[in-house]
């Protein structure tokens, strides 16, 4: 990819991960002069974990979960990192959505492979200043710790599956589904859901090579029952489901936080089923 601000510099956006994450050999650190437990400060121990390309773009990430993509505007930056974060709830790990809000401008040095220089904004000045503290600060919070090996295997996974632009924006939903589940915001995030649902349910029929007059998701619902693909506890749980979604949609009715999160809960074993 061009760029248009040097031979070696490339520009880019970067943004924290939330909740932090570490990436790294954390017994390398305990075995460092004790420096988890003594008064060194994060800056001092943070280095870059991880420097490839993902969809032709150089994506760089830093020991504390600070992760830069090379792009020139805001909304493909949004686009391509939070694909690669979608990723990491197949994995359980608790991550939120990117916004354009806390997407920082960037400079990346391609030849020494580091950050010339960035930018931050929001919540994610809270997150850099973190670099300013103890070493001990960053850990007692319990950070997420994921070796090198780790991250760059998410990546070629989250690399392979949205090479599909449908499978990118429904694992995209997914993350949005996940966050708004932890925000408390109900609908938008059962809306999310069920789009996943709907569209993992129509994939199941139309591979399988099922047809139905008039299809419906209910129709394919009972047709995908009847030719054994889903158990009857399956069935009885999608059309439950769609209820609450039919409520939700056409009744005003916000669903419980039970509902959602079981929604969210089956969108994701739909995706995981059909793309790991």
Same mark, same amino acid.
């Given at each position: 990819?061009?760029?248009? !601000?040097?031979? /070696? #510099? ?16 954390? +017994? ?10 003594? /008064? ?5 121990? $943070? ?5 490839? +390309? ?6 760089? #990430? ?12 805001? %909304? ?6 939070? %694909?690669?974060? =979608? ?11 990117? &916004? ?7 400079? $990346? ?11 931050? !904004? ?14 001990? @600060? ?8 994921? &070796? ?6 998410? !990546?070629? +996974?989250?690399?392979? #599956?949205?090479?599909? @632009? ?20 109900? @609908?938008? =995030?059962?809306? *999310?859901?069920?789009? #996943?649902? %709907? ?7 139309? $591979? ?7 299809? &419906?998701?209910?129709?394919?619902? +009972?047709?995908?029952? %009847? ?5 009857? /506890?399956?069935? @009885? ?23 959602? *999160? ?15």
């Amino acid at each position: 990819m061009e760029n248009d !601000i040097g031979q /070696n #510099i490339l520009s880019g956006f970067g943004v924290y991960i939330d909740p932090p994450i570490w990436i790294g050999n954390i +017994k390398d650190l305990s075995l460092n002069k004790g420096v988890i437990d003594g /008064n060194g400060l994060l800056r001092d121990i $943070i280095k870059v974990e991880f420097y490839q +390309k993902y969809k032709n773009r150089v994506l760089l #990430i830093q020991s504390d979960g600070y992760f830069v993509i090379e792009s020139k505007n805001t %909304e493909e930056a949004q686009k391509l990192l939070n %694909e690669i974060l =979608s990723l990491f709830l197949f994995e359980d790990i608790k991550v939120y959505k990117i &916004t354009q809000t806390s997407i920082s401008v960037t400079k $990346i040095d391609c030849e020494n492979k580091v950050l010339v220089s960035s930018s931050h !904004i929001g919540d994610q000045t809270r997150f850099y200043y973190r670099r300013d503290r103890p070493v001990y @600060d960053f850990f007692i919070r319990k950070p997420v710790v994921l &070796t090198s090996i780790e991250i760059e295997n998410i !990546i070629k +996974k989250a690399e392979l #599956i949205t090479s599909n @632009d449908d499978w990118g924006r429904y694992m995209r939903m997914l993350l949005k589904s996940y966050t708004e589940l932890l925000y408390l915001e109900n @609908d938008c =995030s059962f809306g *999310a859901s069920w789009k #996943i649902i %709907e569209y993992c349910i129509k994939w199941h029929f139309d $591979i399988i090579g099922l047809h139905v007059k008039d299809y &419906t998701v209910n129709k394919a619902i +009972k047709k995908l029952n %009847e030719h054994g693909f889903f158990s009857d /506890n399956k069935a @009885d749980k999608l059309h439950c489901l769609r209820d609450k979604r039919n409520d939700s949609f056409h009744k005003g009715i916000t669903p419980s936080r039970d509902i959602v *999160a079981k929604s969210y809960k089956t969108s994701k074993q739909f995706l995981k089923q059909i793309l790991l």
